[in-house]
């Protein structure tokens, strides 16, 4: 008998996780995964009376009531493809295929395509939270057939979290989007983490300042301005003790960090689109150094660093918060410049408000700083730039000269602090009057004839220049 509400594929942490949300809130939940040992796992472990096993495709399809509405957390690329030719024969015209991983958006739109073409609803559909948002109330960004939304819309709004009493879950837009709009929540996130370690750095290095003191200031920003998922952890990492030996945990981590791909496919497309993305890639290109341990130590030796003149004061550490805060101004603005050129791009007409409203419960990125950036888009839906915002604009005329000073000093001492850098020069760049791109347009025509603009006079102009 046909009686599941919704189909899971893929009984790891996180589809196990989100098929027990969607079972606590009444919903029937069928189960399944390509190899029977997870789904017996998860039967044993998280029984409940709304999840329902099986281990067979076809009887897992049967089960479902139509339009079968079936969720895919399993890994992306081609076993993401694989489920679904498998699927396809078995559904009929008007079932939805919600594809929940971490997959790239261009190939959400040609899966998007591909089950259009054979009569089903294709969503991509970003997930945001990790195992405990999953289980707890994630926030969702679905992207797919704006009329099909409605039947997974139910669904989907009960099991997210929620931020003042409303769903951290809205409808993003056709084809890829949803996972679009998910693969720059995770460049911001790069971001974000990145000027957080930054600011480690300087108040560990150059403020002689210990883990614990460190994890109190942490704490201390989280009950200001800086509150976010983030900021909080970041707190408690600092403060954790070393379960295997005397000392902080933190200390005991390999300085390497890894990562999926979603930030560096940010700054891929953000280079595609030609919006500048400078903290993303900063983020990026430090975690590619952060694994360069080979290279790094042959360094240390050629190129020893100087000796850290200690600035413990609390003038510095406000100096490191401001720089901190308005780090994080630029990189949504970067961030949101790109859902801007990408909406325009494929037709999206995304609601920026929305998605920073979405944002502030469930996800990654969740943090008090986005009912500004609600605030500004409901208040100029169509501004350029983030930064253009009176609020945005005030702090960032206010902790410039903090982001300078810490800028400065950092580079003075020798820190690695690219996030922090970036984010002074890119606010410099939108604000001066030249950017030395009049020189390079000259030599660009000097040594290849691509002609420039002039400021006095309309046309194209090539000049003959003189070889000296």
């Known amino acids: 008998m046909a009686n599941m509400d919704i189909g899971m594929v893929g009984m790891a942490v996180m589809g196990s996780n989100l098929a027990l949300n969607m079972a606590d809130h009444g919903y029937q939940v069928a189960c399944y995964n390509y190899t029977p040992d997870l789904t017996e796992t998860f039967v044993k472990e998280h029984p409940h009376e709304n999840a329902h096993p099986f281990y067979d495709l076809k009887e897992f399809v049967a089960s479902l009531k139509k339009p079968r509405i079936i969720m895919m957390m399993i890994m992306a690329g081609k076993p993401v493809d694989s489920m679904i030719d498998q699927l396809i024969p078995l559904l009929d015209k008007g079932d939805i295929i919600i594809d929940g991983g971490n997959s790239f958006f261009g190939d959400t739109m040609r899966r998007y395509d591909t089950c259009k073409a054979h009569g089903l609803n294709f969503f991509g559909t970003g997930i945001s939270g990790g195992e405990t948002g999953a289980r707890r109330g994630p926030c969702i960004m679905p992207g797919g057939d704006k009329d099909a939304y409605a039947s997974v819309q139910p669904i989907f709004e009960a099991i997210a979290a929620k931020a003042d009493g409303a769903p951290c879950c809205t409808y993003i837009g056709e084809s890829g989007a949803g996972h679009f709009v998910k693969m720059v929540h995770n460049g911001i996130e790069y971001a974000d983490m990145q000027l957080i370690a930054e600011s480690y750095l300087l108040l560990k290095y150059a403020g002689g300042l210990k883990n614990d003191a460190i994890a109190k200031i942490f704490r201390k920003w989280n009950e200001g301005e800086l509150k976010s998922y983030l900021v909080g952890i970041t707190a408690d990492v600092l403060a954790e003790h070393d379960d295997l030996a005397d000392g902080f945990l933190v200390d005991k981590i390999v300085d390497s960090a890894g990562q999926k791909g979603t930030g560096r496919w940010t700054s891929i497309e953000a280079m595609k689109e030609g919006v500048n993305t400078s903290l993303i890639t ?139 850098a970036n984010a002074a020069s890119y606010i410099d760049a939108t604000r001066s009057p030249l950017l030395g791109a009049n020189l390079i347009q000259g030599l660009r025509d000097d040594f290849g004839a691509h002609t420039y603009q002039r400021t006095d006079r309309e046309g194209a102009f090539h000049h003959n220049w003189s070889q000296n």
């Not at 413990?312 to 100096?319: E, H």
């Not at 949504?332 to 990408?342: D, E, P």
């Not at 810490?406 to 602090?417: D, Q, R, Y």
């Open 282 to 420: 900063a983020a990026c290109n430090a975690r590619v150094m952060s694994n360069q341990s080979m290279l790094r130590q042959k360094m240390q030796q050629a190129l020893p660093a100087a000796a850290i003149a200690h600035k413990s004061r609390q003038d510095f550490i406000d100096d490191v918060e401001a720089s901190l805060y308005t780090g994080k101004i630029a990189a949504y603005a970067q961030g949101f410049a790109l859902y801007r050129a990408a909406s325009a791009h494929y037709g999206w007409q995304l609601d920026y408000s929305r998605i920073a409203s979405i944002f502030r419960g469930g996800c990654i990125i969740q943090a008090a700083f986005l009912e500004k950036i609600t605030e500004a888009y409901e208040k100029t839906p169509d501004i350029e730039n983030l930064m253009g915002d009176a609020f945005f604009l005030q702090r960032i005329q206010q902790n410039l000269p903090a982001l300078r000073r810490t800028v400065a000093f950092g580079i003075t001492c020798g820190l690695p602090i690219p996030a922090l």
